[in-house]
Structure formats: structure tokens, C-alpha cells
């Protein structure tokens, strides 16, 4: 017997106005699990690797997983994969919230989003009825306003909608769902604008099926025991969020700061994680089925509203010169509300700033420029004044002003808030990543900071591959499950194997779980080879590869990348150009695929 | 003296964010913090105090390295409670 999986997939084509379901391949379904897994395996047989992703021939597949909706810790999360208006790679993006959840209670695994409608809708999936409807009502509402307008209601209705940054196509536009959960990296909203498609709503009613439920209500409960005998996860998280990572990549000299011309910011007690709990956390929430409650709501004399995380702190906080907190939460705030992607949004700025200083634009964008945050981000959305130009992100913009070296940015996606110098597998995992400059496809900041679960050294070099490896394969396995990154923290992936195959009924082992993700993986990286991406793109911006730390821990650091990149190939499988060799696709079941 | 700061619910505990400590080595500086602060070493002994994330300079250590790590006068030592999150 096979359960756990939504059974159906809904298939919308936006040009024809036509709806089709259809069961889900359940040989593919083992194969690649769900999530990104599934995304990516559908992605490869509906859209060609060299269409432009802002035509109608591109399209967004919305997936969860066999997982999604049991009521396993985090089992709320959700994918979308399509091709990126920003990078021209593969790209799958997942979030959390309550909109995955109810839209597996609507009895699909995935949604199929082709074409484009001529003039703007949005789409309604309740429970055995789909409607298309007309959005020229809604056009050019913010993500808060349409997504009230819509009938968010947090357990019954959820609401997916793209701002005003995806209706002018900005190339950095996240997906919306539940207000303030972001679909965020690498220009999804702006596909979506592409389509004309404004909303999606789902409204279920389906429960899902679990084969074993005894077996899996004993690891509900075990799993509850381990979360919370972690520290990570039933203290660090819920009393400090993500933003109290802050410290210590600024403590060790890897806090991107200025746009990458320092790795440590001299304010960083302002904008900190704990400065954040006490002066404007007003509680912690939580996604769907979640204990750890990581979530921020923040306040000040202006907004309300959800983060800002880690990241978003850092973008604009850092990487901005900015120590002003107040305008780090409410550019967090504009951005959520505008659909923008806060990494590459605030990295984007920052490139700006730079080039200003140096003379090679006209503008008063300068680092610490709290002020102009905001209205930066306005401009950008709306495609107004120079934020016409920084819409499209970084490197565009930095390559317009005949400096592409400046952008910050690893296949055209903006890296995240560590610099590669002072973390080496970082770099390497940066520099492979297959959407681009992320610390969501594999993070070594446990290996090579906190001591997860065991401390390697930052600096060194050979033999980082094989930990790179690991860490990427498991995140495309977790992506794949869809689970949240943070429950692995208490929770290990033999575990969440044992938990697949309660729900599925079959057997998976750990070993099979992480080949999924290899499997993953080496399919994404096909994806990219025909899309025309190949290894002359797994690199690091100049400064990181050239430029050594000026001041602090890291001094007199560069990235070591190419020793690293060739044992990477190497360990991968794959031959010196990168290309994954026949028999590593053959152990893998892919080489059909490429016949 | 060598410079102790303390991050996240550790400044709670600690009622700081930092201070100074004359030990030679980074055991004596805990021992000390266990002695002079009684809520930040009720928290030491307990489950997590035995996953503690320590720098020298910038520099995490190695727990399996031990604690006998020598301190020099102007050394910053910067200790965190088990922390993740990305």
C-alpha cells in the first residue's frame, strides 16, 4: 500500500483558461519524494531549458509533500520551481506558514501553472472545484491589503498573491502567501506577474493518509521529546529567532558589511538579534505545526509585522552600512508588503551605494543611508527613477554601470550574510550552488562555526567537498520531504526517513533519503548544463577570490575556491567541466533522461 | 585581563554583556564565571552549558581541544549558548 502522498495534480493553463487533473506518477513520486524533488523532475519534462522565463512558455509548479499536512513538527511548508527571470537557472523556492497545508488539503501534490492570461486573474481551488477569475480589480494591490481582501483566514483560507514588484516584473519579486511568508529568492513573483495571475486561493477539507499511524504517532511524540531537549530548538530560536546569528558571524569576521569591502560591522549592537528581543519584539510565532515558534513580530513607532529574520537584518542592516533597527524592521515590512526578496533587495542597494561612493553613479545612495531605504524599495517595486534599474537586481544593474565586479552575487543571485572568506566551505558551496549565491541549498556555518555537530576549520581547504556534498544532498532531501531546515537541528534525517516510510509505507532508508537528494541535485544540475550554465559559472565575485580581509579574524583571507571546486567535481562524480559522468546518472536512475 | 562577553540569554544570566576576568587559562575563566555569577553557572552545569560556542579572538575552539588554552591580557574570549539558525 502507498499513502501519504496527495494523489492528484491540477493542471492550469492560463492562455486556454482550461483545468485538468490528473493522478501523480507514483514511480516518480518514489523517485523524488515531493517538494523541490518533484518540482524539478516535472520542470524537466514541461519546460525547455532555453525559453525565456518571463514568456508564457515558462511555468510554476507548486508542490508539497508526502509529509505536508500529517501534522509532523514543520510539515507546513510548500515549494515552487520554475525558471528564474533573474539567474536563468532552475529554481525551486520553498515557504512556510499555513498556505502549503491547506493546499494539500485540497487533495493535490502539486499545481501546474502554464501560459498567460490575457488580461489579470486570480485562481480559487476549494476542495473538487477550481475557478479562474477576473483580478483587474485587485491589480496593483499591496501583499497586505489583497491578501485581507481575499479572505486570508489562518486555518480555513490561505492566500498566495504577488505584489506590486511582480506585477512590474521585478526580476528579484518573491511570492507572497499568508501575508508575510515569502516564496522569496530568485524572481518567482515576477513569472507569476508574467501570467497575469495575481492570487492563488485554497480552501481544503482533505486530511491525509498515513499507512502506519500508530508508528507515526509514536515518532510525533518522539520527535515533540527531541525538539524540545534541544537547545537550538526549544531555547536559541523561539526567545531570539534567527537574528541572533548576527553576533557570531560578525564575532568571527564573515559579516558581509558594505557591500563585501569589510567582514565586520562596527554597529552590530544595534541592529543584533538581542537588541531586537528587547527593544521591539513584541511575541514569536509559528508556522503550522511547529514548535519551535522562530518567527519574529516586531514593532516600531510606524509598523508592526512579521521579522525581520537573520538575513533581511544583515541585508539591510550590514551590508547597507545601515545601525539604524527601526529602518531595517520597516524596510523588512516594505519589502514584505511590495513582494520583494529582502536579500537581494538589500543587496542590490548596497551594490548602489557602492558604486556611488566610488563615482560611477549619480545618486545619493551612500552606506548608512538609513533614510533611504524605504523609499528605495518603493522605487524599485514600482519601477520608478533608478529603481527602475536596481528591479532587476545586482548584477544587472552593476553590469549597466560598466562595473559588474561589484555585484555581490553568485550566478546573479545575491549571496547571503556570510562572506566566503572566513568560511571556505561556504564559498564552495556558494559557488556550486545550482540557484545561485544560498544558504538554503546547504549551510556550513554548523560545520565550520557552531561546532554541528562537530567543529571543522574554516580556513582550511582540501577536503571541504565531501562536507559540502553532504550538506547539499540532505537540503535537497529535507526540500523534497518539504520540511523546515531548522527541525533537523533535534531531529536527524535517519529520523525523518522512518517517518517517510510510516506515512508512505515504504521502506526508505537514511541512505535512500539522502540519494534522493543526490538525485535532486544532479538533475538540477542537467537542468542548468542545457539551460547553458555550465562550471565557468561555479565562482565567487572578484573581491572574494582576490581581495584579502583587510582587518579582523579573517585578515589576509581570499576564498580558496579552485582546489575546492576540482575535488568537488571529482567527489560528485562529475568530469573537470563539471558534467555528471554516465555512471554517476546511471547509479542515480537519471541517465534515461539524457539519452 | 582577558575580555569575557557574554550573547544571548547568556547576558540575561550573566546580568551583562561583558567584563573583565584575570585568568591564565580559558577553565579558569569558566570556573570563575561558575563562582561570581550563580545564574550563569546554575546554566553551565546544566544541559546545555556543556554545548557552549567559545571564540578567542574571533577564533571558535574546539571543544575536544580541551580548556587548558592559554589567555593573554588583551585576548577577547566570547562565549554563546548553543545557537543556530540561518
Not at chain 1, 525559453?51 to 510548500?78: C, H, K, M, W
Not at chain 1, 508592526?304 to 552600512?321: I, M, N
Not at chain 2, 544571548?8 to 561583558?18: C, S, V, W, Y
Request: aromatic share 6%.
Amino acid at each position: 500500500m502507498m499513502s501519504g502522498w496527495a494523489q492528484n495534480i491540477l493542471d492550469i493553463d492560463l492562455t486556454s483558461r482550461t483545468v485538468k487533473t490528473y493522478p501523480l506518477d507514483m514511480e516518480m513520486a518514489r523517485q523524488f519524494v515531493g517538494g523541490r524533488g518533484l518540482g524539478a523532475r516535472l520542470l524537466w519534462d514541461l519546460v525547455d531549458p532555453q525559453v525565456d522565463p518571463l514568456s508564457a512558455e515558462n511555468v510554476l509548479i507548486f508542490t508539497n509533500g508526502p509529509l505536508t499536512a500529517t501534522g509532523y513538527q514543520t510539515s507546513n511548508r510548500f515549494s515552487v520551481t520554475t525558471k528564474s527571470p533573474l539567474t536563468g537557472t532552475i529554481l525551486d523556492a520553498n515557504s512556510g506558514g499555513f498556505w502549503g497545508t491547506q493546499f494539500r488539503r485540497t487533495g493535490h501534490i502539486a499545481l501546474i501553472v502554464r501560459g498567460r492570461a490575457e488580461s489579470p486573474v486570480w485562481i480559487e481551488i476549494l476542495q473538487d472545484q477550481v475557478a479562474i477569475h477576473d483580478a483587474a480589480h485587485l491589480w496593483g494591490m499591496r501583499v497586505l491589503e489583497l491578501t485581507r481582501a481575499l479572505g486570508q483566514d489562518k486555518h480555513r483560507r490561505n492566500v498566495l498573491t504577488i505584489g506590486p514588484a511582480g506585477e512590474s516584473l521585478s526580476r528579484i519579486a518573491a511570492i507572497m502567501n499568508d501575508g508575510e511568508r515569502a516564496l522569496a529568492r530568485g524572481g518567482p513573483g515576477a513569472v507569476m506577474g508574467a501570467k497575469n495571475l495575481k492570487a492563488i486561493v485554497v480552501e481544503g477539507k482533505e486530511r491525509p493518509e498515513i499507512v502506519d499511524r500508530e508508528r507515526f504517532k509514536f515518532m510525533l511524540y518522539e520527535a515533540r521529546k527531541l525538539l524540545a531537549a534541544s537547545p537550538l530548538t526549544s531555547q536559541a530560536l523561539p526567545e531570539f529567532g534567527t537574528a541572533v546569528m548576527l553576533n557570531i558571524v560578525n564575532n568571527i569576521g564573515a559579516l558581509p558589511t558594505r557591500n563585501n569591502q569589510q567582514t565586520q560591522f562596527e554597529h552590530i549592537e544595534a541592529i543584533c538579534g538581542e537588541t531586537l528581543a528587547e527593544n521591539h519584539l513584541v511575541r514569536n510565532t509559528a508556522c503550522w505545526a511547529c514548535p519551535i515558534a522562530c518567527t519574529r513580530i516586531s514593532r516600531t513607532d510606524k509598523i508592526e509585522g512579521e521579522g525581520p529574520e537573520f538575513e533581511s537584518t544583515w541585508a539591510f542592516g550590514a551590508q547597507c552600512g545601515v545601525s539604524d533597527l527601526d529602518a531595517i524592521i520597516e524596510a523588512n515590512y516594505v519589502c514584505n508588503d511590495l513582494g520583494l526578496d529582502t536579500i537581494s533587495a538589500g543587496v542590490t542597494i548596497a551594490c548602489a551605494m557602492e558604486l556611488s561612493e566610488k563615482g560611477y553613479l549619480d545618486s545619493d545612495l551612500r552606506f548608512g543611508r538609513a533614510d533611504l531605504l524605504a523609499p528605495t524599495l518603493e522605487q524599485m517595486a514600482y519601477r520608478h527613477g533608478l529603481g527602475a534599474e536596481l528591479s532587476d537586481g545586482s548584477l544587472r544593474f552593476a553590469t549597466q554601470y560598466g562595473h559588474p565586479e561589484l555585484s555581490m552575487s553568485v550566478k546573479g543571485l545575491e549571496m547571503p550574510a556570510y562572506d566566503a572568506r572566513g568560511m571556505q566551505g561556504q564559498g564552495l558551496l556558494f559557488a556550486t550552488s545550482n540557484r545561485g549565491g544560498c544558504h538554503m541549498r546547504g549551510n556550513m556555518l554548523g560545520l565550520e562555526v557552531l561546532g554541528l555537530p562537530k567543529l571543522i576549520d574554516r580556513f582550511q581547504v582540501q577536503g571541504k567537498s565531501s562536507y559540502v556534498i553532504l550538506h547539499q544532498n540532505s537540503s535537497a532531501a529535507i526540500d523534497s520531504l518539504v520540511l523546515c531546515k531548522f527541525t533537523n537541528m533535534g531531529v536527524s534525517e535517519e529520523y525523518f526517513a522512518r517517518v517517510l516510510s510510516a506515512v508512505t509505507g515504504i521502506p526508505y532508508a537514511t541512505g535512500e533519503l539522502i540519494q534522493v537528494g543526490e538525485r535532486v541535485w544532479n538533475l538540477e544540475r542537467l537542468y542548468n548544463l542545457r539551460a547553458g550554465i555550465t562550471h565557468q559559472q561555479d565562482t565567487l565575485p572578484p573581491r572574494l577570490l582576490n581581495e584579502p580581509v583587510a582587518s579582523g579574524p579573517s585578515q589576509g583571507w581570499v576564498s580558496h575556491l579552485e582546489p575546492m571546486l576540482k575535488e568537488y567535481y571529482r567527489t560528485r562524480g562529475w568530469d573537470e567541466r563539471g558534467v555528471p559522468k554516465p555512471q554517476k546518472l546511471q547509479s542515480l536512475g537519471l541517465a534515461h533522461l539524457t539519452d | 585581563m582577558a575580555v569575557i562577553k557574554f550573547f544571548a540569554n547568556l547576558r540575561r544570566l550573566a546580568g551583562r554583556k561583558e567584563m573583565q576576568l584575570p585568568a591564565e587559562n580559558l577553565r579558569q575563566v569558566l570556573e570563575r564565571l561558575e563562582s561570581e555569577l550563580p545564574a550563569l553557572g546554575a546554566y553551565l552545569h546544566g544541559n546545555a552549558g556543556g554545548r557552549l560556542i567559545i571564540t578567542l579572538n574571533g577564533h571558535p575552539l574546539d571543544p575536544a581541544a580541551g580548556l587548558d588554552i592559554p589567555l593573554a591580557e588583551t585576548d577577547q574570549v566570547a562565549i554563546f549558548p548553543p545557537i543556530a539558525g540561518g
